[in-house]
T-cell receptor
Framework: DVKVTQSSRYLVKRTGEKVFLECVQDMDHENMFWYRQDPGLGLRLIYFSYDVKMKEKGDIPEGYSVSREKKERFSLILESASTNQTSMYLC????????????FGEGSRLTVL | GQQLNQSPQSMFIQEGEDVSMNCTSSSIFNTWLWYKQDPGEGPVLLIALYKAGELTSNGRLTAQFGITRKDSFLNISASIPSDVGIYFCAGQEWNNNDMRFGAGTRLTVKP
């Protein structure tokens, strides 16, 4: 079975802090994604990556950056956390080529005070 | 980017009832997926559809890829309490590689 693991299930940070959310997948998938989930808004794409060291902006990249130094790991970085970034963050991966079926991690719930 | 229109937003049903939800898009999609999310967990894939008109079942779940390629529906028959959760549709356009999601349908099943 595909396993997508997110490093932290729950985080509480203060405004202005730098936040790292880590995601690791164990099925050699080419594609990795970071989504943000808010009530009534569904899943919104922040960034995605189709290859090592490659990244593409999604719909809401402002305030975020990403890093993909190794194929299995995709990190989401909040350089200076703000309260409006309080949300559930979901990492996903899929096999190469077109996005296809996404496999999700369990999510990281971030609260920014 | 475009989001999908998913309805209804929420449903409160009695155990044993059938459920229907749907998604529409203004663009043509070449893939439709349906996911379920349990509380506190990530979404899990239920059904994947790749061909217009395709009707696929997974146990008590049935989903269809609309003929126009702009819609899809998911039916759940004889609902049970463990069906509770949020159901998301997701679709991929012809000329895009990323997946678009609906806002979700929150299902509550009363025993």
């Amino acid at each position: 079975d595909v396993k997508v693991t997110q490093s932290s299930r729950y985080l509480v940070k203060r405004t202005g802090e730098k936040v790292f959310l880590e995601c690791v997948q164990d099925m050699d998938h080419e594609n990795m994604f970071w989504y943000r989930q808010d009530p009534g808004l569904g899943l919104r794409l922040i960034y995605f990556s189709y290859d090592v060291k490659m990244k593409e902006k999604g719909d809401i990249p402002e305030g975020y950056s990403v890093s993909r130094e190794k194929k299995e790991r995709f990190s989401l970085i909040l350089e200076s956390a703000s309260t409006n970034q309080t949300s559930m963050y979901l990492c996903a991966s899929s096999i190469g080529g077109a996005a296809g079926e996404l496999f999700f991690g369990e999510g990281s719930r971030l609260t920014v005070l | 980017g475009q989001q999908l229109n998913q309805s209804p937003q929420s449903m409160f049903i009695q155990e044993g009832e059938d459920v229907s939800m749907n998604c529409t898009s203004s663009s043509i999609f070449n893939t439709w997926l349906w996911y379920k999310q349990d509380p506190g967990e990530g979404p899990v894939l239920l059904i994947a559809l790749y061909k217009a008109g395709e009707l696929t079942s997974n146990g008590r779940l049935t989903a269809q890829f609309g003929i126009t390629r702009k819609d899809s529906f998911l039916n759940i028959s004889a609902s049970i309490p463990s069906d509770v959760g949020i159901y998301f549709c997701a679709g991929q356009e012809w000329n895009n590689n990323d997946m678009r999601f609906g806002a979700g349908t929150r299902l509550t099943v009363k025993p």
